[in-house]
Nanobody, 127 residues
Framework: QAQLVESGGGSVQAGRSLRLSCAGSGWIFSWPCMGWFRQFPGKEREGVAAISADGGPTYYVDSVKGRFTISRDNAMKTVYLQMNSLKPEDTALYYC????????????????????WGQGTQVTVSS
């Protein structure tokens, strides 16, 4: 059974960094577009970043450009989200997602295009 498991969330002060990890299992990890979404309380899930099967092209929502970096290690079946210069407005529940059957990511990201999701990891940034 295909599965995604996120880790690396936590509570940090503004300006600090966190790295989220998403480990895939039970499927062929190397081919799909992989993305990170986040959800603020009472809001729709927002596509944050995505990375294509071979490591590029990538996509970032404007609010994280220059601060967040998405990467992947297909051998380890893991995708990462390095988050630097965190702001209180980055506080959210972060989800990893896969787009089976699609190798090249294109933005903006749409939730309905991603068919496999992790359980989410909380990121809290205090001022």
């Amino acid at each position: 059974q295909a599965q995604l498991v996120e880790s690396g969330g936590g509570s940090v002060q503004a300006g600090r960094s966190l790295r989220l990890s998403c480990a895939g299992s039970g499927w062929i990890f190397s081919w799909p577009c992989m993305g990170w979404f986040r959800q603020f309380p009472g809001k729709e899930r927002e596509g944050v970043a995505a990375i294509s099967a071979d490591g590029g092209p990538t996509y970032y929502v404007d609010s994280v450009k220059g601060r967040f970096t998405i990467s992947r290690d297909n051998a380890m079946k893991t995708v990462y989200l390095q988050m630097n210069s965190l702001k209180p407005e980055d506080t959210a529940l972060y989800y990893c997602a896969a787009m089976p059957g699609v190798s090249t990511c294109r933005g903006p990201l749409r939730r309905q295009d991603f068919g496999l999701w992790g359980q989410g990891t909380q990121v809290t940034v205090s001022s």
